[in-house]
């Protein structure tokens, strides 16, 4: 009878957690914003250093006169209910009016679960070290100035630029 | 649920570390949770303390926002006491539950 001899293996399981997040918010809905906005503040909340970057119509979130009047598209969005839960027919999504009701609905709606208006939200995500950018060519397109931007907005700067910010291994960007 | 010698007493604990009874909770204790994660404790840091302790006697919950308004500290002030974890860390300090909420 033959010993053999059996290797065993131990594997070792070692924790990464991440260290950076990147978000990218590139849509104004009110849903697009907060999405970015509560997985920043998370994110900060949790010690991982954070970069928002907000482009295109994302930019409705950090643009003072918008950013605490965001709207939720009451047509062409089939998860929309009434209260009880009935479909929200989009023929009545588009009349006029509607859309300002809903939304401001949903903002009451936020706010009852302790979510705050979009400037008290880039407040609390700068207040935790977290950082806010604007892109440089959605800012040009929108004929927008530094002082149209939310105080938090600490630099208004290039895609290039951008990803120079989320170098590392242990980096994740993520597009909302 | 496993138990754990903290500053001389024995507390229930939960696998991260939360204290699962809050009556376990002694001052000494809080020190001791807070070398751990390398905190030094002020009275400041206390005034946070119980505040959360308060409002999770109250059954309220809790978030980084209610606790910059509760005219203690502001958001920064928390994160400077605990930093890399206002919530968690200030939860686990004060020998309440690991916080639920997202905000």
């Given at each position: 009878?033959?010993?053999?001899?059996?290797?065993?293996?131990?594997v070792?399981?070692?924790?990464?957690?991440?260290?950076k997040v990147?978000?990218?918010?590139a849509?104004g809905?009110l849903?697009?914003?907060?999405?970015?906005?509560?997985?920043a503040?998370?994110?900060?909340m949790e010690g991982?250093?954070?970069?928002?970057?907000?482009?295109f119509?994302?930019?409705?979130?950090?643009?003072?006169?918008?950013?605490?009047?965001?709207?939720?598209?009451?047509?062409g969005?089939?998860?929309m209910?009434?209260?009880?839960?009935?479909?929200?027919?989009?023929?009545?999504g588009?009349?006029?009016?509607?859309?300002t009701?809903v939304?401001?609905?949903?903002?009451?709606?936020?706010?009852a679960?302790?979510?705050?208006?979009?400037d008290?939200?880039?407040?609390?995500i700068t207040?935790g070290?977290?950082?806010?950018y604007?892109?440089?060519?959605?800012?040009?397109?929108?004929k927008?100035?530094?002082e149209?931007?939310?105080?938090?907005v600490?630099?208004i700067i290039?895609?290039?630029?951008?990803?120079?910010l989320?170098?590392?291994?242990?980096?994740?960007?993520?597009?909302t | 649920?496993?138990?754990?010698?903290?500053?001389?007493?024995?507390?229930?604990?939960?696998?991260?570390?939360?204290?699962?009874?809050?009556?376990?909770?002694?001052e000494?204790?809080?020190?001791?949770?807070?070398?751990?994660?390398g905190?030094?404790?002020?009275?400041?840091?206390?005034?946070?303390?119980?505040?959360?302790?308060?409002?999770?006697?109250?059954?309220?919950?809790?978030t980084i926002?209610?606790?910059?308004k509760s005219g203690?500290?502001?958001?920064?002030g928390l994160y400077?006491?605990?930093?890399?974890g206002?919530?968690?860390?200030?939860?686990k300090?004060?020998?309440?539950p690991?916080?639920?909420?997202?905000?």
């Amino acid at each position: 009878m033959e010993t053999k001899e059996i290797e065993t293996k131990t594997v070792k399981k070692e924790k990464k957690p991440l260290e950076k997040v990147c978000l990218i918010c590139a849509k104004g809905s009110l849903e697009d914003v907060y999405a970015s906005l509560v997985m920043a503040n998370g994110a900060v909340m949790e010690g991982i250093e954070t970069n928002v970057f907000f482009t295109f119509f994302g930019l409705e979130g950090i643009t003072k006169k918008s950013m605490n009047h965001l709207h939720t598209a009451t047509t062409g969005n089939p998860a929309m209910k009434m209260p009880g839960g009935i479909p929200f027919p989009t023929m009545l999504g588009g009349l006029p009016g509607v859309e300002t009701a809903v939304s401001s609905m949903m903002r009451k709606q936020m706010e009852a679960l302790d979510m705050p208006p979009v400037d008290e939200f880039l407040e609390m995500i700068t207040a935790g070290g977290g950082t806010i950018y604007a892109c440089k060519l959605a800012v040009d397109m929108f004929k927008l100035k530094k002082e149209d931007l939310s105080d938090e907005v600490k630099d208004i700067i290039t895609i290039g630029e951008f990803y120079e910010l989320c170098d590392g291994d242990r980096t994740q960007i993520i597009f909302t | 649920m496993s138990v754990k010698t903290i500053a001389g007493k024995e507390v229930n604990v939960s696998e991260e570390g939360y204290l699962e009874d809050m009556s376990q909770w002694n001052e000494e204790i809080a020190n001791e949770i807070a070398t751990e994660i390398g905190i030094e404790l002020t009275d400041k840091h206390f005034e946070v303390i119980n505040y959360l302790r308060e409002k999770t006697a109250a059954k309220e919950a809790l978030t980084i926002r209610k606790v910059g308004k509760s005219g203690i500290v502001d958001i920064k002030g928390l994160y400077k006491l605990f930093p890399k974890g206002p919530l968690k860390f200030s939860s686990k300090i004060a020998g309440i539950p690991k916080p639920t909420s997202c905000i």
